[in-house]
């Protein structure tokens, strides 16, 4: 079954790095693009960054662009997220995900269990 | 950005009632409009894309409908099971893709 498996979170000072892994199995990696959505403590979801399936093309939010860096590898079914100067509002659980709607409006839609980041000196 | 309004922020039915979710964009996105929910302590779960196309899986009491700037979700037979934050998604004009703040749904 499809699987998606984040890794990386943890506890960071303000200003700190810290880089999450996505890893992926159970689907054809290489033709997916591939998501990140974060959802801080007890608030809504919030699309962070994607990478095209071959990884031609990568978009950021406005809050995380310069700060943060998507990339793939496909022959290791993996994805990860660098983030650099993070922010205390940048504390939240970080999802990998396929997407179905921009994926051109599909059902095949799969998430991760998500990682926590908590930014805090 | 596409912002996304959702309303109400809470809903509270008995069971067996049907819940009305509107989700409103400050665009058009056309039919490029996805419902997730998300129960308490779980992953996002898509129900509806393409504005009213059911997921794979997803009972047929859920529902959705809605074109341009107006959408809605509607849960028909309300079930204790269905206590969840419901999300609107657009995917018409991205990056950003972008969220409704939710609404969440409680039964009485």
């Known amino acids: 079954q499809v699987q998606l498996v984040e890794s990386g979170g943890g506890v960071v000072q303000p200003g700190r790095s810290l880089r999450l892994s996505c890893a992926a199995s159970?689907?054809?990696?290489?033709?997916?693009?591939i998501h990140w959505v974060r959802q801080a403590p007890g608030k809504g979801l919030e699309w962070v960054a994607a990478?095209?399936?071959?990884?031609?093309?990568?978009f950021y939010a406005d809050a995380v662009k310069g700060r943060f860096v998507i990339s793939r590898d496909n022959s290791k079914n993996t994805m990860t997220l660098e983030m650099s100067s993070l922010r205390g509002d940048d504390t939240a659980v970080y999802y990998c995900?396929?997407?179905?709607?921009?994926?051109?409006?599909?059902?095949?839609?799969?998430w991760g269990q998500g990682t926590l980041v908590t930014v805090s000196s | 950005e596409i912002v996304m309004t959702q309303s109400p922020v809470t809903l509270s039915l008995f069971p067996g009632e049907s819940a009305t979710l509107s989700c409103r964009a400050r665009?058009?996105?056309?039919?490029?409009l996805a419902w997730y929910q998300q129960k308490p302590g779980q992953v996002p779960r898509l129900l509806i894309y393409g504005a009213s196309a059911r997921a794979n899986g997803i009972p047929d009491r859920f529902s959705g409908s809605g074109s341009g700037t107006e959408f809605t979700l509607t849960i028909s037979g309300l079930q204790s099971e269905d206590v969840a934050v419901y999300y609107c998604q657009q995917y018409n004009n991205w990056p950003p893709l972008t969220f409704g703040g939710g609404t969440k749904v409680e039964i009485k």
């Open positions: 990478i095209l399936f071959d990884g031609s093309k990568k």
């Open positions: 665009q058009s996105v056309g039919s490029n």
């Open positions: 159970g689907f054809n990696f290489n033709a997916y693009g």
């Open positions: 995900a396929v997407l179905g709607g921009p994926a051109g409006g599909s059902s095949f839609d799969h």
